[in-house]
C-alpha cells in the first residue's frame, strides 16, 4: 500500500510471524497464507492487514476487503466471511508494530547500506532549464521538471517528484512527496516529515510508522516555515491554486481543497477536510477529523472544534456563525460595562 518509491516493504509475513510481532491471536478465517502489506479498512485488500479501533469504524469492518484484521474480542464477530480476525487488547498498538516490521526503516532520513552520500545521487532527472543551487541535496530518483529553481542547501529525498516552472526556496526540505507544476514553495518549508502518531501504551507513546505521501497539486504557494506532514496511510493533499502563509501547520492526512487562502500561524489537526475556496484567518487552530464545508471563511484566532457548514462565515471559540459570535460578544460587553457601573455607584454611596 505505501509507495515503494519512498519506502522498502520487508514482507511477507506468515499469520504466525503476524501472531509473534504483535501478540495477536487468530480466532477465525486461519486460511490466509501470508499477508503482504498493511492499509486502512476501507481500503485493504485480500493480501493485506488492517486494523479496527473501536465501534464507530464497525461498518467498516463489516464490508472490509482485508485478508486480516486486528481486532477487539467484542469486534470480532464483524469480521466479515474469509477475514482472519486477530484478535488483541489494543488494535492500533499491534497494527503500528506490524508497520513497522514491514517498514522498518520508514522513519529515516538517510537509508542505511548505500555507501557514502552524494549532494546529487547519479539516478536523479532534471528537465531542461532547471537550475540547482549550489548546496543542494537531491536523493535517488529524484524527478525535477524543466524551468524549475532548486535553491542553496534544500533538501529533496529520495523519489520526491517536482514538476514543472516550480520553485523550491532555500533551504527547504521536501520527502515522501509529489509536487505539481509551477508551485512556489518558500524558504525554510518543510515538506513530508512523519505526521504526529502514537499509541498509547502502559510504557509510554509507541510510534505508529507514517506510510502516507504529502500531494500538492499545480499552482500552490507555501510559506516560509510552513510544516504539512505526510499522511499515516493515506496521503495529506494540498489542492490546486491554493495559498498557504507563513508558519502554518498542517497534519497529517488532512485533505486541502482547491483554491483555499490559509492565513499565518493557523494549525489543521490530522485528517480534516477543508473544501475548495476556503479562506481561513491568522492564528486559528483546527481539530482533529473536522470538515469545514466549500466556500466558508473561518474568522482569524478562532477555534474549529466541530465541522463547520459550507458558504458561511465563522468566528469565535467555538467557531460559529459570525453574527452569532458578535452578538454574543456584545451582550457579554453590555453586562460588563452594567455590572461596572453599579459597582461605581455603589462605590460613590460608602
Known sequence: MADSRFYDNRGPFSLAQVENLTGAVVVAGANLGEVQD???LDRADWNQVSYCDGVKFQSALRTTRAGAVFVSEVLARFAPLG???LVCRQPAL???????A??????????AGLGPLRLIADSVRVGADTIVAPGAFLGENVEIGSGSIIGSSAVIGRGVRIGRGTSIGAHASISHALVGDRCIVHVGARIGQDGFGFVGTSEGHYKIPQLGRVII???????ANVTIDRGALAD???GEGTKIDNSVQIGHNTRIGRRCIIVSQVGISGSCDIGDFVVIGGQTGVADH???????YVAAKSGVSRSLEGGKVYGGFPARPIEQWRREVGVVSRLAKGKQGKNERSGSQD
Open 236 to 238: 495529506t493533499i494540498v
Open 217 to 223: 497539486q499545480d499552482d500552490v504557494e507555501i510559506g
Open 102 to 111: 514491514f517498514y522498518p526503516t520508514a522513519g529515516c532520513f538517510w537509508p
Open 94 to 100: 499491534a497494527f503500528a508494530k506490524l508497520a513497522a
Open 38 to 40: 498493511v492499509a486502512p
Open 83 to 85: 477475514c482472519v480476525a
Open 290 to 296: 473536522v470538515n469545514i464545508g466549500q466556500g466558508a
